[in-house]
C-alpha cells in the first residue's frame, strides 16, 4: 500500500511539473484555435512556413514571403509570429525579420498593418494576417507609415523609391546612412 502511494505522488508531481507545458488532454483555447486556423491554412507557392519548435508547437512559428510581382518582386521577407495565450481575443504578435526599406515596416521590424492592432477581431485568422502582410509588398500606404523616410520618397519619388529597394534585394545597399542586406530568394 506504501508503494501504491509513491507512484501517485510520482504522477502528482509529473502533472504539477507539466502544468502549463503542453497540458496533455487539456489545450487553451488559443491552442484550440491555431490548430484550426493551421488546418484551414492554404498557402500560395510564394508563401512558407516553418515551425523551429516543431510541428506540434503551433504558438510560435515563422513566414516566409516570396512577392512574384511589385516593386519587392524577387525578395524574401521573414515574419516571426508568436500567438498570445489570449489567442483569438488577442492579435497575434508578428514581427519582421528581414531589414526592409518599407514605409509600414520599421527598421526594428515593427508593422503598420491596421488588423494587428486597432482593427483586429476574433473572427480573423492567421490567414487574414498572412494575406495582409503580403498585400503591404503589393501595395505599400505611405499614409500609415512607420519608415516615415521610406514613405516620403515613395510618395515623392517613386522610381528612385523602387530602384532603392531593387538594389537593397539584389545586392544590399545603404540608404538614407542605413544598410539594407540583400535578400533575395
Not at 502511494?5 to 502528482?12: G, I, R, T
Not at 484555435?33 to 510564394?46: S, V
Not at 531589414?99 to 487574414?128: Q, T
Request: one cysteine or more.
Amino acid at each position: 500500500m506504501l508503494k501504491l502511494f509513491s507512484v501517485k505522488d510520482k504522477q502528482k508531481q509529473q502533472q504539477e511539473a507539466n502544468a502549463g507545458v503542453g497540458k496533455p488532454g487539456k489545450l487553451s483555447a488559443g491552442e484550440l484555435r491555431i490548430q484550426k486556423d493551421m488546418a484551414e491554412l492554404n498557402l500560395p507557392p510564394n508563401i512558407s512556413i516553418n515551425f523551429p519548435d516543431g510541428k506540434d508547437k503551433l504558438m510560435h512559428f515563422f513566414i516566409s514571403i516570396r512577392p512574384d510581382e511589385g516593386i519587392y518582386r524577387g525578395g524574401k521577407f521573414n515574419f516571426e509570429f508568436n500567438i498570445p495565450t489570449g489567442y483569438p481575443h488577442d492579435a497575434p504578435k508578428v514581427l519582421c525579420t528581414t531589414k526592409v526599406f518599407h514605409p509600414n515596416i520599421d527598421l526594428e521590424g515593427k508593422i503598420c498593418l491596421n488588423i494587428l492592432r486597432e482593427d483586429w477581431k476574433p473572427v480573423l485568422s492567421i490567414s487574414s494576417v498572412i494575406y495582409g502582410l503580403q498585400f503591404l509588398f503589393l501595395d505599400p500606404n505611405p499614409d500609415d507609415p512607420l519608415n516615415k523616410e521610406a514613405a516620403q520618397m515613395f510618395v515623392d519619388n517613386p522610381r528612385q523609391f523602387e530602384q532603392y529597394v531593387q538594389r537593397a534585394i539584389y545586392q544590399g545597399a545603404m540608404i538614407n546612412g542605413v544598410h539594407f542586406p540583400a535578400c533575395t530568394i
